[in-house]
């Protein structure tokens, strides 16, 4: 149990250009999702946190005009990189947590999607 | 403020070797959780263990253990008898009741196990 599926797995895309990455919870509901962004070598920086039916809450730092976050149900958020530039590429990973209001969720990862802007 | 610090940022190991990778957290809080994730090369993070700030029973699951100290602030990671399999990066984190289920990570330790 606790899978969460990205899709795509890698994306190539031209300057300028926007893209849609896809995170869900295959096997369990999802109050909240988080997206992280990681550089080679380096840990996990979150970028933003997402609730169900409520607008994401970026970390400091983050434009939430270039990065929408969508997270219209229980079992899908959608990260979606606007006007992407090749500063952009980087590796994405979401994760998915079943409430948490309780603390301590576990955080449940999916398996990420490789951006390359070209 | 949280912080999760993993000083060892890379170890080489043989086969068959035991291994404990150090995990070293900050936080003000008296209700946490502490979790380890492995990332093998293939990129997904997978979830290993998590323990809540109330509960310092050390814990075995088949060759990996843990140890957590509040005295010292540490939440130690155990590999025994070492496989290649276990090359990945390894990663500590840290929730807090405060801030609910925002993760703090560490840096990572990188293990590599060689044959």
């Known amino acids: 149990g606790a899978v969460v599926s990205q899709h795509p797995s890698w994306v190539i895309c031209k300057s300028g250009t926007s893209v849609k990455i896809e995170c869900r919870s295959l096997?369990?509901?999802?109050?909240?999702m988080f997206w992280y962004r990681q550089f080679p070598k380096q840990s996990l920086m979150l970028m933003a946190t997402s609730n169900e039916g409520s607008k994401a809450t970026y970390e400091q730092g983050v434009e939430k005009d270039k990065f929408l976050i969508n997270h219209a149900s229980l079992t899908l958020s959608t990260l979606t990189v606007t006007s992407a530039h090749p500063e952009d590429s980087s590796f994405y990973i979401c994760s998915a947590s079943r409430d948490t209001r309780l603390v301590g969720d576990t955080q449940y990862f999916g398996p990420g999607t490789r951006l390359t802007v070209l | 403020a949280q912080k999760v610090t993993q000083v060892q940022t890379e170890i080489s190991v043989v086969e068959k070797e035991d291994v404990t990778l150090d995990c070293v957290y900050e936080t003000r809080d008296t209700t946490y959780y502490l979790f380890w994730y492995k990332q093998p090369p293939s990129g997904e993070l997978v979830f290993l263990i998590r323990?809540?700030?109330?509960?310092?029973q050390n814990e075995i699951s088949g060759r990996y253990s843990w140890n957590f100290q509040k005295s010292t602030s540490s939440f130690n990671f155990t590999i025994t008898a070492s496989q290649v399999v276990d090359s990945a990066v390894y990663f500590c984190?840290?929730?807090?009741?405060?801030?609910?289920?925002?993760?703090?990570f560490g840096s990572g330790t990188k293990l590599n196990v060689k044959p």
């Open positions: 984190a840290l929730s807090v009741r405060s801030n609910f289920n925002k993760f703090y």
């Open positions: 096997d369990f509901q999802a109050t909240t």
């Open positions: 323990r809540n700030s109330f509960d310092e």
